[in-house]
């Protein structure tokens, strides 16, 4: 507790707050509300919303709480706690129009919140998931295939929803270190992605497409295959970029760069046939 007096000192004025705060946490664990809906006396809307707050709270409701109401491994604080917060939408399209009727969805093209979309009961099927909106726009249409999008860094929102483990994953990003970064996180929680479109070849087919990058020299991201570091050491050495919204799709789909989803559409098919 010693180490908590300076901090203390300087929250003199907001001690009761605290305590009240602290108090409906244990009469109320796994509350299931939003913070501005805690009904602690004293308490004005955003107090528990300062970041200066959460740090000193989270010290004390992970040791008054009991285990089972702390999520350990999460840093988020309404998330770690239990509270509501609002969500991230996952804006998801489904590439085969038969999957429409088969998963029982009332749109090809639509988002939901995270809580929702973790929830799915959805199995066997390839996901793609890329970094902006664009891109997941104009994705053709592939067997048994859906298409998550928009996400930039909130990709690892995604280590919530349990089924994706049991799909065929695909990752495609912008060529550039950030992008890299992006895919290495991605593919720590799930180890068996395969990248689109990530590699020295397609930076060198498109080079007229390509741009100054941001020019920080981040370290090499732990979780990149040999053909994604050499594709992450050009970028970052050359200080270039090759956004993936510029890529000619169409190009793509006639020659060989879309030979690893070609090569995941011949397998749909197979098992389609195989499960009908």
Not at 154 to 170: D, E, F, G, I, K
Not at 209 to 238: H, Q, V
Not at 242 to 263: F, S, T
Request: with cysteine; net charge negative; aromatic share 10%.
């Amino acid at each position: 507790m010693a180490t908590q007096l300076p901090i203390l000192s300087e929250l003199a004025d907001r001690i009761e707050p605290l305590i009240a705060v602290l108090t409906y946490f244990q009469e109320h664990p796994k509350p299931d509300v939003f913070l501005r809906e805690i009904p602690a006396a004293g308490v004005h809307t955003k107090f528990i919303e300062s970041p200066g707050i959460q740090k000193i709270l989270r010290q004390w409701l992970d040791t008054i709480l009991p285990p089972s109401a702390i999520r350990a491994d999460e840093d988020h604080f309404a998330r770690r706690y239990f509270l509501r917060y609002d969500e991230s939408l996952i804006r998801m399209r489904l590439l085969d129009s038969e999957l429409q009727q088969k998963l029982d969805f009332p749109w090809l093209d639509f988002a939901l919140p995270l809580r929702s979309f973790s929830g799915l009961d959805v199995q066997r099927l390839r996901v793609i998931v890329v970094e902006n909106k664009i891109s997941l726009l104009t994705l053709p249409s592939l067997p048994n295939t859906i298409a998550l999008g928009g996400l930039g860094n909130s990709v690892t929102s995604l280590q919530y929803a349990p089924w994706l483990h049991r799909c065929q994953l695909y990752y495609w990003g912008d060529l550039d270190t950030d992008g890299f970064r992006i895919l290495s996180s991605f593919r720590e929680t799930f180890p068996t992605v395969q990248s689109l479109f990530m590699d020295t070849a397609t930076l060198e087919r498109f080079e007229s497409l390509l741009t100054s990058g941001n020019g920080r020299r981040i370290d090499m991201p732990p979780f990149l295959n040999e053909e994604e570091k050499a594709a992450f050491l050009r970028c970052r050495e050359k200080n270039i970029r090759l956004e993936q919204e510029r890529i000619p799709l169409a190009e793509l789909i006639l020659d060989c760069c879309w030979q690893n989803v070609q090569a995941f559409t011949d397998i749909a098919r197979k098992e389609i046939q195989v499960h009908s």
